[in-house]
């Protein structure tokens, strides 16, 4: 198992994110093993190095450009899974039915998990977010345009009642994480988008 540390880094060794979020992160390094080439250090501590599984931190989902979904939606080849309430955007902007529908003819599966608008969590996070009553109709419409595609091969879809932290959107190697802050609707909350890394966070259930 590999061994999780939470580490500083050297400025230089940064991926591109804009300067006013790295005074509120720090990333995940991962301890170098015994045997192996040990970066270089210049405090005595022990050898790190970066994992470069962060690519990009986006302050809200409506400022990742429509075009990083668009390219992510269209070069998946294997697997796309989502975990949301809603997702009202995915339906509106991005033709998820349609999408399921072409994509499932070549061979790609899908995991989709829409909330139970019957569900307490659900309603609370109605509540919460100022939208009581919306964002259950919300779910019930997105229901809806996704009985087209029940029953094709390799397409779940499937409702929960959960509490959700963070909405989910992966796309064969790459997640994106739209974390849920308190009181504001998802849109207006920070998108983390990782890309699988040998050794990072962002490991499949076999692996785990």
Not at 101 to 121: H, M, Q, S, Y
Not at 133 to 147: A, F, K, M, S, W
Not at 148 to 158: A, M
Request: proline letters at 5%; hydrophobic letters at 40%.
């Amino acid at each position: 198992m590999v061994n999780m540390v939470v580490h500083d880094v050297d400025r230089a060794a940064r991926p591109s994110l804009p300067q006013r979020w790295w005074n509120h992160i720090t990333l995940c390094c991962v301890k170098v093993p015994s045997g192996s080439a040990e970066a270089p250090t210049t405090n005595g501590s022990p050898p790190y190095r970066l994992i470069q599984e962060l690519l990009e931190l986006y302050p809200s989902r409506s400022a990742v450009p429509h075009d990083v979904w668009r390219r992510l939606i269209a070069g998946t080849r294997e697997a796309l899974d989502v975990l949301i309430y809603a997702g009202t955007f995915l339906f509106e902007q991005h033709q998820l039915g349609d999408v399921v529908r072409e994509k499932a003819r070549d061979g790609v599966r899908f995991r989709i998990l829409l909330g139970d608008e019957t569900a307490t969590a659900v309603r609370l996070r109605a509540k919460e977010e100022g939208t009581a009553g919306g964002l259950e109709g919300r779910i019930q419409l997105h229901r809806r345009y996704l009985r087209g595609v029940l029953g094709l091969p390799g397409v779940e879809v499937r409702t929960h009642g959960t509490t959700l932290y963070n909405s989910l959107f992966r796309f064969d190697q790459d997640l994106l994480v739209n974390g849920h802050a308190y009181g504001a609707v998802a849109g207006q909350s920070p998108v983390l988008h990782l890309r699988r890394v040998p050794g990072g966070l962002f490991i499949s259930r076999k692996e785990e």
